[in-house]
Structures are given as C-alpha cells and as structure tokens.
C-alpha cells in the first residue's frame, strides 16, 4: 500500500469515526485492511498535521481542517483594510506590519488565478495570472478575504 492512500484512509476513519489516540487509530487501520507500523502511523500523523484535542470533556485525534482555515481566514480578514485595483494589478491594503502574513496566506491557497504576491509593510501587491481575470481574482480575494 502507498502512502497516499494510507493517509487518505487516515483522514477518512478520522471523519467517521471518534478516535481518541493513535493505539485506537492503529486498529482502525488494521480492521480495514492496513497493515501500519506504529512509527510510520506517527510520522503520518506528522505529516498530515493530526493533533488531539480536547473536545467536550474528551481527548480526540482531529484533521485540521475546514476549522483551521475559517479561523485564519477569519484573523487575515481583521487585518484587510481595502482591496482595489487598475487594469494590471491588484493592491491589498493591511493594518500595519501585517501585509507580509496576508501576502503568505493568499499564496498557500494556490489560485491559478494569482501569479504571484509582493509584501511590504502595509500593503500587498497581487500579480495576476492574466490581466482579463482581474474582475474574476477581485471576486475571489474578497471571499478568502471575508471576516465571516
């Protein structure tokens, strides 16, 4: 079995099932199939950045994820003061000393839309892929940009 599928049925039992640590993961895996070494079973949970949290009274393994990126999504839009832009790029501006975060967290969202990102102090200058997605990569920043 290969990694890539190993860790899809991780994140897949994680989904479905209330795992309290790694012991209990472990057997999942091999009820369903998988044969996991326990060192390769943490360095997959490295990797897919898993973490047990306390959740209601009780310790749980969780996938970070839709949660996770609600909340950065949400602190990087506290930090968003306006979006405008001309026919050629785009500008974001930050309260200060903010632009270099917001910068980052637009290119690990990894838009084909975005070619690229310049941070200063305040201010982020948006490259896009193409001129005629302005409109389009406008629309889009807003949304990954929301306060929500």
């Given amino acids: 079995m290969n990694k890539h599928a190993r860790q899809l049925k991780i994140r897949e039992i994680l989904q479905q099932h209330t795992v309290e640590n790694q012991h209990d993961l472990l057997q999942l895996l091999r009820d369903s199939g998988m044969a996991v070494a ?3 079973l943490s ?4 990797e897919l950045s898993i973490i047990r949290s306390r959740i209601n009274g009780s310790y749980r393994m969780v996938y970070p994820d839709d ?4 909340i950065i999504q949400g602190l990087v839009g506290i930090e968003v003061l306006a979006v405008n832009a001309n026919e050629t ?25 975005v ?19 302005i ?14």
Avoid: E
């Avoid at 360095?43 to 490295?46: K, L, N, P, T, V």
């Avoid at 409109?135 to 929500?148: C, D, E, M, R, W």
């Fill in 115 to 133: 070619l690229g990102t310049i941070a200063g102090d305040d201010t982020v200058l948006v490259i896009p892929s193409s001129v005629h997605n």
């Fill in 38 to 40: 326990q060192a390769t």
């Fill in 43 to 46: 360095r997959d949970c490295a």
């Fill in 89 to 113: 790029t785009i500008i974001i501006r930050t309260l200060p000393g903010r632009a270099h975060g917001v910068g980052s967290y637009l290119d690990q969202l990894k838009s084909p839309l």
């Fill in 67 to 70: 949660n996770t990126g609600r």
């Fill in 135 to 148: 409109s389009a990569l406008i629309s889009y920043i807003h949304k990954n940009l929301s306060k929500n």
